[in-house]
C-alpha cells in the first residue's frame, strides 16, 4: 500500500490550504485513514482521523477549523484546514491503519503558516 499526499504550501495566517492522501488501495479495506503532523522539536500528533465507519477525531487545536473527507471513489482522504494559525506550522503526515491493524505513513507535506 502506498499514500500519496499533497497540497502543502506557504499560506498567510487566517488562510485555507486542503491537503489530500491517495492511497492505492480501496479505502474500505482500511481501519483508519488521517493525518498527524510534527512541527520542528516536536512528537508528531494526531491532527485528525477518520475510520472506515466514518467515525471521526479531530485535535482539540483543530476543532472547528479543519475538516476530514475522504472520497471512496477515488480512495482519496481530504484535510481542508481553514483559518490557519502559525503554530499549525509542521510537516504533515498522511496515515492508514489497515485491517490487519498495520500503520503505514506517507511521505510528509510541508505547511507553513506565516506572513
Known amino acids: 500500500v502506498q499514500l500519496q499526499a499533497s497540497g502543502g504550501g506557504l499560506v498567510q495566517p487566517g488562510g485555507s490550504l486542503r491537503l489530500s492522501c491517495a492511497a492505492s488501495?480501496?479505502?474500505?479495506?482500511?481501519?483508519?485513514m488521517g493525518w498527524y503532523r510534527q512541527a520542528p522539536g516536536k512528537q508528531r500528533e494526531l491532527v485528525a482521523t477518520?475510520?472506515?465507519?466514518?467515525?471521526?477525531n479531530y485535535a482539540d487545536s483543530v476543532k472547528g477549523r479543519f475538516t476530514i473527507s475522504r472520497d471512496n471513489a477515488k480512495n482519496t482522504v481530504y484535510l481542508q484546514m481553514n483559518i490557519l494559525k502559525p503554530d499549525d506550522t509542521s510537516v504533515y503526515y498522511c496515515?492508514?491503519?489497515?485491517?490487519?491493524?498495520?500503520?503505514?505513513w506517507g511521505q510528509g507535506t510541508l505547511v507553513t503558516v506565516s506572513s
Open positions: 477518520m475510520t472506515r465507519g466514518g467515525t471521526i
Open positions: 488501495r480501496s479505502l474500505f479495506s482500511t481501519n483508519v
Open positions: 496515515y492508514l491503519q489497515t485491517l490487519g491493524g498495520s500503520d503505514l
